[in-house]
């Protein structure tokens, strides 16, 4: 299915529902929206989901593009790549497993409060390229495909729909549980978050050691 008139709507929708439920499984990247939003209200949790989704846009744009030359361009970097993402894993596990569990005034929200949420799901995002693949595959089985430029930043702009409308609709539903949030609750919930980097990282790090052998 291309973007000819008479399909454009149906392969958008199609899309856009690709984008919102890509960003559903529960990783390393929707842990840190998730904890944004619950710290820092909807709002932050909002930005950080957008932090993801552009990179997901971006991905998915590649993929439904063409893997060929991107491939070639990763393959000889994976293992070095995979070695990144798990010491960035580990240093945001440290950095969540040490904060205060303190749930901050949403007044505090400063403009660099929210900027390293929308950055910090960008670059986990982007420092999985192998995603590229996944899209590939997905609009492949689709039958959806891209031509001209309109219809890349068509594409690129329904996935990137997609996702923020899922994360705007999970920060809203996270909002009710926010004020009910204590101490020990947030403990647990820094606690939870950095031990899911940990375990993401020792993944990272088991399929790099599968790949030495």
């Known amino acids: 299915m291309s973007f000819a008139p008479h399909a454009s709507l149906v ?3 199609m899309i856009f529902a ?3 439920l890509i960003m559903a499984p529960v990783g390393p990247v929707s842990t840190i929206c998730i904890r944004r939003a619950l710290m820092y209200g909807p709002r932050a949790g909002a930005i950080a989901g957008a ?3 552009v990179a997901v846009a971006l991905y998915a744009t590649i993929g439904v593009t063409g893997t060929g030359i991107i491939t070639r361009f990763f393959a000889p970097f994976a293992m070095l790549w995979q070695l990144i993402v798990a010491a960035a894993l580990l240093v945001v596990a440290v950095l969540i497993g040490r904060a205060k569990p303190e749930l901050p005034d949403l007044e505090s929200r400063t403009r660099a409060i929210l900027a390293g949420g929308f ?3 960008l670059a986990l995002t982007l420092a999985n390229p192998a995603d590229i693949l996944l ?3 997905i609009f492949a089985g ?3 495909t891209v031509h001209t430029p309109l219809e890349h930043v068509t594409f690129a702009a329904a996935i990137f729909a997609g996702g923020c409308c899922y994360w705007v609709v999970l920060s809203l ?3 009710r549980w926010r004020n009910a949030l204590t101490a020990e609750h947030i403990r647990w919930v820094n606690r939870t978050c950095s031990l899911l980097m940990i375990a993401a990282a020792a993944a990272t790090l088991a399929s790099v050691a599968r790949a030495g052998h």
Do not use: E, Y
Request: hydrophobic share 75%.
């Open 11 to 13: 392969a958008i929708a």
């Open 51 to 53: 932090g993801a989704a």
């Open 142 to 144: 689709l039958r959806i």
């Open 18 to 20: 690709v984008g919102f």
């Open 135 to 137: 899209f590939a595959a």
């Open 173 to 175: 539903l996270i909002r």
């Open 119 to 121: 950055g910090a799901a």
